[in-house]
C-alpha cells in the first residue's frame, strides 16, 4: 500500500480538498471555503495546512468566530445544502463562540463542518492556555458544549483517526435527511503530529445527494384522500427548496387548481404573484392562507418541520393532516400520516398519478379572492406615510421592495421583521428570501448576507436589521468591504427591542427592559449608527424619511462596495392584518389586571390547539 506521510492537518485539508458534488451539471468542490480565526489551538496545525492548500481550499478572515459560521451556514442555505464550508478557531473562547451557530445549523438543518481547535491529547502541558477543567472527569474539554448541536461529534486524539472520522462526516453533511452541522474537535497536538496516511484516501470522491423515493403504498394511499379532499392546501416549507422542486410545485398547484401557503423557509418556492400562492401561513401568515388553513380539510405539507409559527402553535391546522419529509421525525410529528421521501420525488408521483384531476371550483375561486384582498391589503401597508410621521417596519420594507430587481435576495432573522418580511415581501423567483427563522438568531443578519453574496455573487443582496441585532454583531461589515462582496444594509432604529416590547405589552405586561427608554439609565444612548459603520469601510448615511430611503437605496444600488442606511421608525406599529395565535405563556397569577385579562384569554386559546403526537 502506497502510503503518503503528512500531518494530521494536512491529511484533513487534503482529504476536504478532494470531495466533490454536482451543481447545475457541474462538478464542483463539496467545500468552497474555509473560515478561519487562529489562535495558538490552530495556527501552528490547521493554518499551516491551509495556507499550503492555496485557492484549492480558499481560507477567508473573519472578526469574530460566531459571524464567520454565520456566514458560512448563510452559504450553505443559498446553495440548498449543495455545498458548504468549513470554520477553524482555537480552543476557549474562539471554540464557543461557534456554540450559537452550530445551533442555528442544527435547528434549520443546514451543513456546516466546525473545525475547533482542542486541547494536548497527550496532557503533557495541562492546563493550556484557556481550557476548561472539569474536577470529575478529565476527559472534557469546551468542546462538549457542540454536542447537543451537532449531527455529528468526534474529538480527534490521533492522527489516524481522521481516517474514520472524515467520511462520516461527510456522510452527514450530504445525507439529506441527517444533514447539519459536524464538529470534529481538533486536539492542537493532534493537528502536527504527522502519520503514513494511505494514499488511495485522497483520492476524489463523489458525492451524490440522495432524493428518496416514496414507497407506492404512500402515494396510492395520498392519491386517494386528495381525490376525495373538497378544500385541500398544501404548505410549502424549505425542503421543497432543497429539492429543486419549485417548478413542480408551481406546475401541480396550477394545474390541480389547490392552493399553496409558504413557510419561511419555503418562501419563495413560488413566486409572490402565482394564482395559486396564499402568501405567509401561521403566526406570521398572511389572512388568505391562514384562513384557508383553518377550512382546508387536507393540509399537505412539504418538507417542513411544522414549527409553532408554521401551525399556530397548533391551533391553524384543523383537517386531515400528511407530512411529506425526508427525516421521519418530521414526518411523523402532530400524529401526520408519514410519508418520508423527498418533496421533488413526491410531486412527481402525484403528477402522474393526478393527471387530469382537479380540486373543486368553488375552493380554487374562493382561494382567488382572497389573493386579490391580501394583495391589497399589502399594497395599504407598505405605502409611504404621510409626511412627518414616522415610518413603519412595513413601510420601509416597501421602499426596499420598490428599489429592488426581480433577482435581489433579501435577508433577516430575528426581531420583528421576519414576521413582516414573511407577510409582504414579493418574492419573484427562488432564492430571493432568505431568512433564518429557525432559531432566529440575532446577529446573523449581516454576516449572513455575507454569505448569501459568496453563494450569489450576480444578485444584490439587502440585508434588513434591527438596531437591536445590529448592535450584537455587525463587525463583519468590515470583511464584506475587505471581501469586495458588497450588500446593502438598511438598519431600522426603533431604539430599543420592539418586537419584545409589543409582545410584552400583548401579554399584559408594562413596558420594561426593552426599548432604551424603559431600561434603566442616566443618559438615553444616541447611536450614531452611519458614523459607527462608515468606520468599518462602508458608504453609510442616515436618511430622514421613506422618500431619503429610497433615493438613498438607488445610490447604493450603483455604489462600488457596501452601503449602510439608517432610518428611524415607529416602534409601536406592527401589521395588523393576517397572522394567527402564538402560545407565549402568560402568568398564572399577577397583581396587574392586564395579564389577568391576558391570562384568560390565552387559556381560551390553549383550548383550542390540536393535541397530539
Request: charged share 20%.
Amino acid at each position: 500500500m502506497s502510503t503518503v506521510r503528512l500531518t494530521a492537518a494536512q491529511a484533513v485539508v487534503r482529504y476536504l480538498c478532494a470531495q466533490t458534488v454536482h451543481v447545475e451539471g457541474e462538478e464542483v468542490p463539496f467545500f468552497a471555503a474555509a473560515w478561519a480565526i487562529f489562535g495558538h489551538g490552530n495556527v501552528a496545525g490547521l493554518g499551516e495546512a491551509l495556507q499550503a492548500a492555496g485557492d484549492a481550499l480558499p481560507t477567508f478572515r473573519a472578526h469574530n468566530e460566531q459571524a464567520m459560521a454565520h456566514a458560512a451556514i448563510a452559504y450553505a442555505k443559498q446553495m440548498r445544502r449543495r455545498r458548504a464550508m468549513v470554520c477553524t478557531t482555537s480552543i476557549g473562547p474562539g471554540a464557543t463562540n461557534m456554540v450559537t451557530a452550530a445551533a442555528l445549523a442544527h435547528v434549520n438543518r443546514l451543513p456546516v463542518l466546525l473545525l475547533p481547535g482542542d486541547v494536548f491529547a497527550d496532557r503533557r502541558p495541562d492546563p493550556v492556555l484557556q481550557q476548561v477543567e472539569d474536577f470529575a472527569d478529565g476527559t472534557v474539554s469546551a468542546n462538549d458544549c457542540f454536542r447537543p448541536v451537532s449531527r455529528y461529534f468526534d474529538r480527534l486524539t490521533r492522527p489516524e483517526q481522521v481516517l474514520a472520522a472524515l467520511p462520516r462526516a461527510m456522510a452527514v453533511l450530504t445525507d439529506p435527511a441527517q444533514c447539519g452541522p459536524v464538529t470534529l474537535a481538533f486536539c492542537q497536538d493532534v493537528q502536527a503530529e504527522a502519520y503514513d496516511y494511505p494514499e488511495a484516501f485522497f483520492e476524489g470522491r463523489f458525492w451524490r445527494i440522495r432524493r428518496p423515493q416514496p414507497e407506492p403504498f404512500d402515494l396510492d394511499a395520498l392519491e386517494a384522500i386528495l381525490r376525495v379532499a373538497q378544500r385541500p392546501l398544501i404548505v410549502a416549507g424549505g425542503g421543497v427548496l432543497h429539492s429543486g422542486a419549485e417548478g413542480r410545485l408551481a406546475q401541480m398547484a396550477q394545474a390541480m387548481g389547490v392552493p399553496v401557503a409558504e413557510t419561511q423557509a419555503g418562501k419563495g418556492a413560488l413566486a409572490w404573484d402565482h394564482p395559486m400562492n396564499l402568501g405567509a401561513i401561521g403566526v406570521t401568515g398572511s389572512s388568505a392562507a391562514n384562513a384557508a388553513a383553518l377550512e382546508a380539510d387536507l393540509v399537505i405539507g412539504f418538507g417542513t418541520r411544522l414549527q409553532d409559527f408554521t401551525s399556530g402553535s397548533r391551533a391553524l391546522f384543523q383537517g386531515q393532516l400528511v407530512q411529506v419529509n425526508v427525516q421521519a421525525f418530521d414526518a411523523h410529528k402532530h400524529g401526520a400520516m408519514a410519508v418520508v421521501a423527498d418533496a421533488g420525488a413526491v410531486l412527481d408521483g402525484l403528477a402522474e398519478r393526478l393527471a387530469g384531476w382537479r380540486a373543486p371550483t368553488a375552493w380554487t375561486q374562493a382561494q382567488g379572492a382572497a389573493i386579490a384582498a391580501w394583495t391589497a391589503d399589502v399594497d395599504a401597508v407598505i405605502a409611504p406615510p404621510d409626511a412627518g410621521v414616522l415610518p413603519s417596519d412595513a413601510q420601509v420594507i416597501g421602499a426596499v421592495q420598490r428599489a429592488t430587481g426581480p433577482d435581489a435576495v433579501v435577508v433577516c432573522a430575528a426581531g420583528g421583521l421576519p414576521g413582516e418580511l414573511h407577510k409582504l415581501w414579493r418574492t419573484a423567483r427562488p432564492g430571493g428570501y432568505h431568512l433564518e427563522y429557525g432559531y432566529s438568531c440575532m446577529g446573523y443578519e449581516i454576516a449572513g448576507g455575507l454569505g448569501v453574496k459568496m453563494a450569489a455573487p450576480d444578485r444584490d443582496v439587502h440585508v434588513l436589521v434591527g438596531d437591536g441585532s445590529y448592535l450584537m454583531l455587525n463587525s463583519e461589515i468590515a470583511t464584506s468591504v475587505m471581501l469586495g462582496l458588497k450588500l446593502t444594509i438598511t438598519v431600522l432604529d426603533n431604539r430599543g427591542f420592539g418586537c419584545i416590547n409589543r409582545l410584552q405589552q400583548a401579554t399584559g405586561g408594562a413596558p420594561f427592559n426593552n426599548l432604551l427608554a424603559d431600561a434603566r439609565h442616566e443618559t438615553l444612548p444616541d447611536i450614531d449608527f452611519a458614523a459607527h459603520a462608515a468606520s468599518l469601510g462602508a458608504i453609510a448615511e442616515k436618511v430622514g424619511s421613506i422618500a431619503e430611503l429610497e433615493a438613498a437605496l438607488a445610490r447604493a444600488r450603483t455604489a462600488a462596495r457596501t452601503s449602510v442606511l439608517v432610518i428611524d421608525t415607529d416602534p409601536a406599529i406592527s401589521t395588523e392584518a393576517g397572522g394567527a395565535w402564538w402560545d407565549v405563556a402568560v402568568a398564572e397569577v399577577s397583581p396587574r389586571a392586564e395579564v389577568r385579562a391576558a391570562r384568560a384569554d390565552y387559556d381560551a386559546a390553549r383550548r383550542r390547539q390540536q393535541i397530539g403526537d
